[in-house]
């Protein structure tokens, strides 16, 4: 019924406990998890996961946040995104809050992860981060639109999902949209079309009320489709259904 489209179950506060993990998420009814690469060197951590389990999938890409002596290369990327459990291009984009400066090699690796995901034929997944105008202008230079994919954890303004929405990518809600203060993002949350909304947990982080605070994971992603049903004033049946084809449809899911 729910699928969390953005967790990092190889991340060692998951991955130690993992049996847990995936019998929490049968037993929430979410029936799928899309794993995500951050970095190159534990991305073969990540596709394990996804070999070893049907409902699991992973992506590759290198995470803005992390400055590295040597960038992936397009041949790379393309490379590793052949196998068939690899679903998107990610996650990637930009990120001007956590680092500042030149911040040149960011925007070029971001274009590198666009232009693998055109050549290989896969979404991207999009992180951004007090960055919108130059994400949302890269993804236009680069002809993102040609493979679409999605704006993860979405903490944006109405304007910016929009403008992404037009260029064929959906909008993904993390437990931030649970949250008290959270009033635009709900407000996003309420508005976007229903056909473009994914949920995610962006775990082992950002766990939703009522587990702020504390270690999250995929099974709570329920949790997030509960606020958005509530905010569209529609059922949770609803949202879950909705949220799972939406996801089918951007990564070509077709089991």
């Known amino acids: 019924m729910f699928i ?20 929490l998420m049968a037993t929430n009814q979410v029936t799928h998890a899309l794993c995500v690469s951050v970095d190159l060197d534990k991305f073969p951590q990540v596709l ?17 946040d992390y400055e590295l002596p040597v960038e992936p290369t397009q041949a790379e990327l393309v490379l590793l995104a052949s196998h068939p459990k690899v679903i998107a291009i990610g996650e990637t984009g930009l990120d001007y809050f956590r680092l500042q400066g030149d911040l040149d090699w960011q925007r070029e690796r971001f274009r590198t992860h666009i232009r ?7 979404p991207l997944i999009v992180h951004t981060r007090s960055a919108a ?26 304007e910016v999902a929009q403008a992404a929405i037009q260029m064929g990518f959906y909008i993904s809600f993390s437990g931030i949209v649970t949250f008290k ?10 508005t976007i079309p229903l056909d473009r909304i994914l949920i995610e947990t962006d775990s082992p982080y ?10 999250n994971q995929p099974a709570y992603v329920m949790h997030v489709a509960e606020e958005i049903a509530k ?25």
Do not use: M
């Open 4 to 23: 969390d489209s953005h967790c990092h179950l190889n991340f060692p506060e998951l991955a130690d406990k993992l049996p847990d993990v995936l019998s």
């Open 48 to 64: 394990q996961l996804a070999e070893q389990h049907d409902n699991l999938y992973a992506s590759v890409g290198v995470h803005p």
């Open 116 to 122: 693998a995901a055109r050549e290989v034929g896969k």
């Open 133 to 158: 105008a130059d994400t949302l202008r890269i993804l236009q230079e680069e002809d993102a639109s040609k493979v679409g994919g999605v704006l993860h954890c979405f903490t944006e303004s109405l």
């Open 181 to 190: 203060k959270a009033l635009e993002i709900k407000q996003v949350a309420a």
């Open 206 to 215: 950002l766990a939703p009320v009522p587990f702020r605070g504390k270690l």
């Open 231 to 255: 905010l569209r004033n529609t059922s949770l049946d609803e949202i879950g259904i909705a949220t799972s084809e939406n996801f089918r449809r951007l990564f070509k899911i077709y089991d």
